[in-house]
């Protein structure tokens, strides 16, 4: 190892171990009461901030969907795929994004970072109102899918470097509820921009104004509510600056840092575990494309666009019930989160065959099964043809955001080292936009979409036997170092220094 690049990253360090007095936190014992009163204070401040941002950025993407049954289709003229082209480029925004945010977010302040970027994305979204055709529309969802790109991965570091591993999935669990929040939320706040008569703009381009407000309203509180690290912590006292950075060195947990380190994202190249990170972004979203054929079974019922938005609302709230069924598994089984997915999968794996199975003259049986696998179930509007044809754009199904939960809870807490942290974060919402781009594609052959179906089926099992993959890569490196440390094996003494969870002999993995 370099000693003046370590000597240097030791100096950095200490700005955030750096307490009242002059003092540096060696040892420091506390009691129950007192980290409890630490973590309730990290729980009123940065976990509220990072569940309205997350809930925001969920608004974002669902108000297109939301847009598309009061007029955005008819007011552009999109013709052809131009409608589905819309959903797929704001992936190919954030999918461009994710490589330099690498590099920025391992370089900058990252609470600062995202508060920024969130206020920018913001400002964008409201340019979505201004578009006249679909070149411009195309053009601002791009840019907004690029200033998007920083928030999903850099919260999974926010969360590891606050958290102690036991607590990720659940404030995991939490932020990405707001998924689920968001799309009741949202229908309703479109039902009530609808009814209104009075508007001098149409209802669609209202909601991306009011959308677009909130966010760079938030971005700029998160900007300055949230803290870089422990020493600007403005909520906690000196005494609870000590025991936060205690009970996070137990996790060999080293906080930010603002360095960007060659090694470490060579490391992360190399490490087996980064590509499991990433063959679970791209599983996860390549099936949950909305399943069309079943919207054509509820179109025939004859809702009109109001009741389209109300009927969109249960299944948020179904997508916010399996996310907990989630947390309470790994609640209960805190140390088989893996065999937890596992068990998860099997629901929209039945899902998918049912939907195979099934003819379309089931009607609500065909239904529920799709609310089995895919939250994004909805009525399509008699005025839009063009949707037969040409999938409507997805977001998180609720059966795959319970599941992301664990996955996004597991990053968290088995990647350690600033550089690679970030990376690995990132690889996750690579294979995320690249499973969002090319899940659709599928599910083009009306009416049954049986090459979609197929598709879905083969990734839940694919996806299965990644997990299982996963779950036996942790376990046999847990278990190496279990005999090397009780064969008199060197524990390096990596306080203060941006060590790498390889290099951290005493780290353990979780799964």
């Known amino acids: 190892m370099d000693t003046s690049n370590t000597l240097e990253k030791k100096d950095h360090a200490l700005s955030d171990t750096q307490v009242a007095d002059g003092?540096?936190?060696?040892?420091?014992?506390?009691?129950?009461?007192?980290?409890?009163?630490?973590?309730r204070k990290l729980d009123l401040v940065i976990l509220p901030m990072m569940c309205w941002v997350f809930f925001l950025q969920y608004l974002d993407k669902q108000s297109l969907s939301y847009a598309s049954v009061f007029g955005l289709i008819s007011d552009l003229k999109l013709e052809g795929r131009q409608y589905s082209w819309t959903s797929s480029i704001f992936y190919f925004g954030q999918l461009v994004s994710e490589y330099p945010f690498i590099y920025l977010m391992s370089r900058l302040?990252?609470?600062?970072?995202?508060?920024?970027?969130?206020?920018?994305?913001?400002?964008?979204?409201?340019?979505?109102?201004?578009?006249?055709?679909?070149?411009?529309?195309?053009?601002?969802?791009?840019?907004?899918g690029?200033?998007?790109?920083?928030?999903?991965?850099?919260?999974?570091?926010?969360?590891?470097?606050?958290?102690?591993?036991?607590?990720?999935?659940?404030?995991?669990?939490?932020?990405?509820?707001?998924?689920?929040?968001?799309?009741?939320?949202?229908?309703?706040?479109?039902?009530?921009?609808?009814?209104?008569?009075?508007?001098?703009?149409?209802p669609w381009r209202v909601l991306f104004l009011i959308c677009g407000a909130m966010t760079t309203f938030f971005g700029a509180v998160f900007f300055f509510i949230v803290p870089n690290g422990v020493s600007d912590a403005w909520f906690l006292s000196p005494r609870e600056k000590e025991i936060l950075i205690a009970r996070m060195a137990a996790d060999r947990e080293g906080g930010d840092r603002s360095n960007f380190s060659i090694s470490q994202f060579k490391e992360g190249l190399l490490d087996i575990k980064s590509w499991f990170v990433f063959a679970f972004g791209l599983l996860v979203t390549l099936n949950s494309s909305?399943?069309?054929?079943?919207?054509l079974v509820i179109k025939n019922i004859g809702y009109d666009k109001f009741d389209t938005l109300l009927y969109g609302s249960p299944s948020g709230a179904l997508q916010i019930l399996f996310i907990w069924i989630s947390v309470l598994g790994c609640l209960v089984f805190p140390k088989?989160?893996?065999?937890?997915?596992?068990?998860?999968?099997?629901?929209?794996?039945?899902?998918n065959i049912l939907l195979l199975k099934l003819p379309i003259s089931a009607g609500w049986g065909v239904i529920v099964a799709s609310w089995l696998v895919s939250n994004k179930t909805r009525v399509l509007d008699q005025n839009l043809p063009l949707l037969l044809t040409s999938p409507p754009p997805t977001g998180q199904a609720s059966l795959i955001s319970d599941i992301m939960t664990i996955i996004l809870s597991l990053s968290a807490s088995n990647v350690k080292g600033n550089t690679k942290r970030a990376m690995v974060n990132t690889f996750f919402f690579i294979g995320y936009?690249?499973?969002?781009?090319?899940?659709?594609?599928?599910?083009?052959?009306?009416?049954?979409?049986?090459?979609g179906v197929i598709l879905d089926i083969v990734i839940w099992c694919l996806l299965f036997v990644a997990i299982s993959g996963y779950w036996y890569v942790c376990s046999r490196d847990n278990a190496r170092r279990d005999r090397e440390q009780s064969s008199g094996g060197a524990v390096i003494d990596s306080e203060g220094i941006d060590m790498t969870d390889k290099e951290d002999q005493s780290f353990r993995y979780s799964y």
């Open 146 to 202: 690029f200033a998007e790109g920083a928030v999903s991965p850099a919260f999974v570091t926010i969360t590891s470097i606050w958290y102690r591993k036991s607590e990720h999935p659940i404030r995991v669990g939490i932020w990405v509820t707001m998924n689920g929040l968001a799309q009741v939320v949202g229908s309703l706040l479109m039902y009530g921009v609808g009814k209104n008569g009075s508007l001098s703009l149409q």
């Open 23 to 39: 003092c540096y936190v060696e040892t420091c014992s506390y009691t129950p009461e007192e980290e409890r009163r630490v973590v």
């Open 109 to 144: 302040p990252l609470a600062k970072f995202v508060g920024a970027t969130v206020f920018v994305w913001g400002g964008i979204c409201m340019c979505l109102a201004a578009p006249q055709n679909f070149a411009g529309f195309a053009t601002v969802r791009f840019i907004l």
């Open 290 to 295: 909305p399943l069309t054929f079943a919207s």
């Open 336 to 351: 088989n989160r893996c065999a937890v997915v596992l068990v998860l999968i099997i629901p929209p794996l039945i899902g």
């Open 433 to 451: 936009c690249v499973g969002c781009i090319a899940g659709p594609q599928a599910w083009t052959k009306a009416p049954r979409y049986l090459a």
